[in-house]
């Protein structure tokens, strides 16, 4: 993820503090247009210049955090909420239901908490996973009562 930067932590430092430096240098030509010749004088260019600025100074920061403490918890996924979809059928013919994550485009239906989520995956026939989102290894990680998957049909 942040590869082209050194692994050096004083060469971090370094483009750390150059960075902050035009990052000061950007804020303060906002308020004064004008006041440093190579930032532009506009002020929504200014305004681009220092969002990217800030950007680079985060992936800096990252990576001096990683290199000191090999973790990236940057990287942590939003934790998904959980949807179940009922279809009903006609006559007595039992409904089926569909899981899927909360992000998914097609999950319309019923927002359950992942431990209700994991009980319809694990106890309940009528409930399948959906195919496009594939809710079933995300409830895997967070509970050992699901046993692997089962293989795809077809
Ligand atoms: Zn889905």
Known sequence: ?????????????????YLDRQ????????DRPGLHEELPANRRQV????????EQAKRVRQRAHYIETGEEPWRAEPAPGW????????DNRPSRSTLHRSDCPFG????????????????????D????????EEL??????????PPLPG
């Open 1 to 17: 993820m942040h590869d082209d930067l050194p692994e050096d932590l004083d060469d971090l430092q370094l483009i750390q503090e």
């Open 23 to 30: 990052i000061t240098r950007a804020l303060a030509q906002h």
């Open 47 to 54: 305004v681009v210049v220092g969002t990217f600025l800030r």
């Open 83 to 90: 949807i179940l979809q009922f279809f009903a059928k006609p």
């Open 108 to 127: 319309k239906g019923k927002t359950l908490t992942v431990a209700e989520a994991i009980v319809a995956m694990r106890d309940v026939p009528e409930v």
């Open 129 to 136: 996973e959906c195919p496009q989102c594939r809710p079933y």
């Open 140 to 149: 895997r990680r967070r509970s050992a009562d699901l046993p692997p998957a």
